[in-house]
């Protein structure tokens, strides 16, 4: 099993919509939680941190579940740029500060 | 401010030929890391160095892959002898060793390497 899973997609959003993801990870001891963006032949780049209590930037809402070991990701009100691949991302604590990225979830936004 | 610099941004090169990827983080980032992507296996860690020591280079898929870090500015991935799986795009991503930013990777441009 990955340490990291989340369902590759695509999902097709239309313009506006809201549309949600998740990722669940399998280690117990993961302390930190991230949401990294990668548009298509581009490199990745953080989109946001996920906190325990769920925390929004903007149209961008993410949630924490220990207790089922998943995280989440909403973009309401989707735009043509959201268009792009979300990589879900985990640290443990024992593993310093490395990161294990997942595959990713690929979101297409269409007119 | 310079992001993390990669060079060559793309790479082709025949079996058997040694490839050397370059980096450059970003000034005063004590951490590096060098990725390969692939379809197959995504995102995966190869090495990561702080204050220019390995530190885990447990991701490294065999021998015929080594990485330095000369200097706080400038660190190689080799590939010798080069072989088609090898081929991936590699990233080279920086962050600092401490602080409420430890955790986040900036990452360059990569390197889009095809070994045919």
């Known amino acids: 099993r990955k340490e990291v899973e989340q369902d590759p997609g695509p999902f097709n959003v239309p313009e506006g919509a809201t549309v949600a993801f998740n990722c669940t990870y399998s280690?117990?001891?993961?302390?930190?939680f991230f949401w990294y963006r990668q548009d298509c032949r581009k490199e990745p780049k953080l989109l946001m941190s996920?906190?325990?209590s769920g925390n929004e930037d903007g149209r961008f809402t993410a949630q924490l579940n220990r207790a089922s070991q998943y995280i989440s990701l909403l973009i309401r009100d989707s735009k043509l740029s959201d268009s792009a691949t979300y990589l879900c991302?985990?640290?443990?604590?024992?593993?310093?500060?490395?990161?294990?990225f997942g595959g990713g979830t690929r979101v297409l936004v269409k007119p | 401010d310079a992001g993390v610099i990669q060079s060559p941004r793309h790479e082709v090169t025949e079996m058997g030929q040694e490839v050397t990827l370059r980096c450059k983080p970003i000034?005063?980032?004590?951490?590096l890391f060098w990725y390969r992507q692939t379809m197959m296996r995504g995102l995966e860690l190869l090495i990561y160095?702080?204050?220019?020591?390995?530190?885990?280079d447990s991701g490294m898929p065999e021998d015929r892959f080594s990485a330095k870090m000369p200097n706080a500015s400038f660190s190689t991935l080799k590939i010798q002898p080069s072989e088609p799986r090898d081929s991936a795009v590699y990233f080279c991503?920086?962050?600092?060793?401490?602080?409420?930013?430890?955790?986040?990777?900036?990452f360059g441009q990569g390197t889009r390497l095809t070994v045919v």
């Open positions: 991503a920086s962050s600092p060793a401490a602080g409420d930013r430890v955790f986040q990777r900036f």
């Open positions: 280690n117990s001891a993961s302390q930190s």
């Open positions: 996920v906190y325990s």
């Open positions: 991302v985990v640290n443990k604590k024992a593993a310093g500060n490395k990161l294990t």
């Open positions: 000034s005063g980032h004590n951490s």
């Open positions: 160095f702080n204050n220019n020591v390995p530190i885990d």
